[in-house]
């Protein structure tokens, strides 16, 4: 597969490495702007590109991740002398839990292994299964697509909108069939779907939504925490994101019978009082440890402040990238009214960087002491999921012509796009200080400058 090998190299420097705001469709103000456009790019242009022998525009690293002090080590340290390290006998999972519903306007909320069993769990107790679809965005992580195949359940994708790397909420209403049974959004990068517009559709056909939101803790829509909106909301804290605990993740909802369906599910189908071996359902082991818990209650304590520095920064960062030609930020939807940034995204053009391609120009950036990556690969072009399609059970369950009509189905042109011109930031490169904004803005002006001589030099 090729999603994503920039992300994946980032997770692995994580133990090493070393927000609302107006839509980014709206003007910024010119106040957030420390020097004109002009002034900027003759600047850019007096300075040699490190490509081209340069110096870099840094040389120090990123803020790294996790940050973590004496009140991490507090927490495992408890749960280690305490002997209670798994849920059940100990009170830390259920204390997070509590904690969680809280931050997220949740009534009930379910600890789980990782986001993909959360997401895995949900689908379950939601009864998706072999002869179902789920509506799906193409421009997600895989997982998004690898429970609805666990399931034998039909992924249908909905292109995605190219202003705002979100699935295009107003292609879903028309993608659903009698057989639809979960339209399962992404809130990608932190940033949040159109949920007005996913909602209306669903309501409209009486559909649960379930919000994939493992990228975008505390993001908000009109007020209300993504996750909180539809049927169920899923969450992970694997070690990129922005509340993190190595592995982990959450499913909350306000229906007391799906929350209950959840546990079951994930506690190998006993329910809350089951002290026997009385099952009612299939289901699996994907509980949440203690240690794992604890940690997480001890890096919430920063969640909010992070939360803040990211939001300010990336503000500011589109601000001053909104300025270079051939640079789009990501657009946020008018009920966005708080972006998490897991991830700094923007659209890259070459025909205003003389051509020079997206590789050359992320190569370029890294020269300059800045990382980045090119993001997601086409979901519905993946092997994997042609491979998965031309299994023998997908062929007995819904027979060739069915599966060759929804490949037909699953064409997502402004994803193929969007795919080709993607160019990420981090989450981390979000917390340091404004400086380092000004480093990113430093050297994407640099290389515009010069892009005609790195180009015939690559």
């Given at each position: 597969?090729?999603?994503?090998?920039?992300?994946?190299?980032?997770?692995?420097?994580?133990?090493?490495?070393?927000?609302?705001?107006?839509?980014?469709?709206?003007?910024?103000?010119?106040?957030?702007?420390?020097?004109?456009?002009?002034?900027?790019?003759?600047?850019?242009?007096?300075?040699?590109?490190?490509?081209?022998?340069?110096?870099?525009?840094?040389?120090?690293?990123?803020?790294?991740?996790?940050?973590?002090?004496?009140?991490?080590?507090?927490?495992?340290?408890?749960?280690?002398?305490?002997?209670?390290?798994?849920?059940?006998?100990?009170?830390?999972?259920?204390?997070?839990?509590?904690?969680?519903?809280?931050?997220?306007?949740?009534?009930?909320?379910?600890?789980?292994?990782?986001?993909?069993?959360a997401l895995l769990t949900t689908l379950s107790a939601l009864g998706v299964g072999p002869g179902d679809e789920v509506i799906v965005p193409?421009?997600?992580?895989?997982?998004?697509?690898?429970?609805?195949?666990?399931?034998?359940?039909?992924?249908?994708?909905?292109?995605?909108?190219?202003?705002?790397?979100?699935?295009?909420?107003?292609?879903?209403?028309?993608?659903?069939?009698?057989?639809?049974?979960?339209?399962?959004?992404?809130?990608?990068?932190g940033s949040v779907a159109d949920m007005d517009t996913i909602m209306a559709a669903a309501v409209a056909r009486d559909i649960p939504v379930?919000?994939?939101?493992?990228?975008?803790?505390?993001?908000?829509?009109?007020?209300?925490?993504?996750?909180?909106?539809?049927?169920?909301?899923?969450?992970?804290?694997?070690?990129?994101?922005?509340?993190?605990?190595?592995?982990?993740?959450?499913?909350?909802?306000?229906?007391?019978?799906?929350?209950?369906?959840?546990?079951?599910?994930?506690?190998?189908?006993?329910?809350?009082?089951?002290?026997d071996f009385a099952y009612g359902a299939a289901g699996l082991n994907l509980r949440l440890t203690e240690f794992q818990a604890a940690l997480?209650?001890?890096?919430?304590?920063?969640?909010?402040?992070?939360?803040?520095?990211?939001?300010?920064?990336?503000?500011?960062?589109?601000?001053?990238?909104?300025?270079?030609?051939?640079?789009?930020?990501?657009?946020?939807?008018?009920?966005?009214?708080?972006?998490?940034?897991?991830?700094?995204?923007?659209?890259?053009?070459?025909?205003?960087?003389?051509?020079?391609?997206?590789?050359?120009?992320?190569?370029?950036?890294?020269?300059?002491?800045?990382?980045?990556?090119?993001?997601?690969?086409?979901?519905?072009?993946?092997?994997?999921?042609?491979?998965?399609?031309?299994?023998?059970?997908?062929?007995?369950?819904?027979?060739?012509?069915?599966?060759?009509?929804?490949?037909?189905?699953?064409?997502?042109?402004?994803?193929?796009?969007?795919?080709?011109?993607?160019?990420?930031?981090?989450?981390?490169?979000?917390?340091?200080?404004?400086?380092?904004?000004?480093?990113?803005?430093?050297?994407?002006?640099?290389?515009?400058?010069?892009?005609?001589?790195?180009?015939?030099?690559?």
């Amino acid at each position: 597969m090729t999603i994503n090998r920039s992300r994946r190299r980032f997770i692995g420097r994580v133990a090493a490495g070393g927000a609302s705001l107006l839509s980014t469709r709206t003007a910024v103000s010119a106040a957030q702007a420390p020097a004109s456009p002009q002034r900027a790019a003759v600047a850019a242009g007096s300075r040699k590109p490190a490509m081209l022998g340069g110096a870099p525009v840094r040389t120090t690293a990123f803020p790294s991740w996790p940050v973590q002090d004496s009140r991490e080590e507090q927490a495992l340290t408890s749960v280690l002398r305490s002997g209670k390290w798994g849920r059940g006998v100990g009170d830390q999972v259920t204390a997070f839990e509590r904690q969680y519903a809280t931050a997220t306007g949740a009534a009930n909320c379910l600890a789980t292994a990782n986001g993909t069993s959360a997401l895995l769990t949900t689908l379950s107790a939601l009864g998706v299964g072999p002869g179902d679809e789920v509506i799906v965005p193409p421009y997600t992580f895989v997982a998004t697509v690898n429970v609805v195949l666990m399931l034998h359940a039909l992924p249908v994708f909905v292109d995605s909108d190219l202003e705002t790397f979100q699935i295009d909420a107003r292609k879903v209403a028309a993608a659903i069939t009698d057989r639809t049974r979960v339209i399962m959004p992404v809130h990608l990068g932190g940033s949040v779907a159109d949920m007005d517009t996913i909602m209306a559709a669903a309501v409209a056909r009486d559909i649960p939504v379930v919000e994939d939101a493992c990228q975008s803790h505390l993001a908000q829509w009109k007020g209300r925490h993504v996750g909180s909106i539809g049927k169920a909301g899923c969450f992970s804290f694997q070690a990129s994101k922005n509340l993190n605990s190595g592995e982990g993740g959450a499913v909350i909802t306000s229906d007391r019978a799906l929350a209950n369906r959840a546990y079951a599910f994930h506690n190998n189908s006993r329910g809350h009082a089951g002290g026997d071996f009385a099952y009612g359902a299939a289901g699996l082991n994907l509980r949440l440890t203690e240690f794992q818990a604890a940690l997480l209650m001890a890096q919430m304590t920063r969640l909010e402040a992070q939360a803040r520095q990211r939001e300010s920064n990336a503000a500011y960062l589109t601000s001053q990238l909104s300025q270079i030609p051939g640079i789009t930020p990501a657009a946020m939807y008018p009920g966005t009214t708080r972006n998490a940034y897991h991830l700094y995204m923007f659209r890259y053009d070459p025909k205003a960087f003389a051509d020079l391609s997206r590789a050359a120009f992320v190569k370029a950036l890294g020269a300059e002491g800045i990382t980045s990556g090119t993001g997601y690969s086409p979901l519905d072009k993946e092997p994997f999921l042609t491979n998965t399609l031309k299994g023998r059970g997908y062929q007995r369950i819904y027979g060739a012509a069915e599966l060759q009509r929804l490949t037909e189905r699953n064409r997502c042109p402004q994803n193929d796009r969007l795919c080709a011109e993607a160019v990420w930031l981090y989450q981390t490169m979000l917390i340091g200080p404004r400086q380092d904004m000004d480093d990113i803005v430093d050297a994407v002006r640099t290389i515009h400058a010069h892009a005609g001589e790195i180009a015939r030099q690559s």
